[in-house]
């Protein structure tokens, strides 16, 4: 599998977010994060990236592959 699709789903699962809160966060479908997280989807757009890492509190550069250690961006208060 892929680094990148391997890091994102890693972001997403350690969030504990489902698809359809992903959603309301950064305004991706559900469906295509689903298959970006799965692998369906082999491009992935950079702005993507950075919208769900940002709603799962992670590293673009790290999903990206650009970091070799997983750094979490600081939780927004809501």
Do not use: C, H
């Not at 305004?27 to 970006?36: D, L, N, P, T, V």
């Not at 082999?42 to 702005?47: E, L, N, S, T, Y």
């Amino acid at each position: 599998m892929n680094p990148i699709i391997e890091r994102l789903a890693e972001a997403i699962s350690k969030s504990g977010l489902s698809y359809a809160e992903l959603e309301k966060k950064t305004g991706i479908a559900k469906s295509s994060i689903q298959r970006y997280a799965t692998g369906l989807t082999k491009k992935i757009p950079i702005d993507a990236v950075q919208s769900i890492a940002k709603a799962t509190n992670s590293s673009a550069a790290y999903i990206m592959g650009w970091e070799s250690k997983e750094t979490f961006t600081k939780k927004e208060d809501a």
